[in-house]
Nanobody, 121 residues
Framework: QVQLVESGGGLVQAGGSLRLSCAAS????????MSWYRQAPEKRRELVAT???????NYLDSVKGRFTISRDNAKNTVSLQMNSLKPGDTAVYYC???????????????WGQGTQVTVSS
């Protein structure tokens, strides 16, 4: 089994910054994509940013230039630096990872428990 534990959420004023972190632990052989999703009240969960194992990144259009995803493959961690935050960024943010596990190997997808980010105007 694999656990993803997020930290770093909170309340911030518009224009401020927060840094989210996610640590994966457990039975891990390697990790492919690591991503951040978010879900605002009464809205669908959406992909915010992805970091692949080869170092490429992709972002939701509305966060490009403001958010930066980074990962440490040796520590199985991924972070999301969020700058110039807007009230529209308010949501629960979830860490997600595609994890290769042995025996097999077999790849499974895991979610963290979520961390609340609230941006006040």
């Amino acid at each position: 089994q694999v656990q993803l534990v997020e930290s770093g959420g909170g309340l911030v004023q518009a224009g401020g910054s927060l840094r989210l972190s996610c640590a994966a632990s457990g039975s891990i052989f390697s990790i492919d994509g690591m991503s951040w999703y978010r879900q605002a009240p009464e809205k669908r969960r959406e992909l915010v940013a992805t970091s692949t194992s080869d170092g490429s990144t992709n972002y939701l259009d509305s966060v490009k230039g403001r958010f930066t995803i980074s990962r440490d493959n040796a520590k199985n961690t991924v972070s999301l630096q969020m700058n110039s935050l807007k009230p529209g960024d308010t949501a629960v943010y979830y860490c997600n990872a595609d994890v290769w596990q042995r025996p097999g190997p077999v790849r499974r997808n895991y979610w963290g428990q979520g961390t609340q980010v609230t941006v006040s105007s």
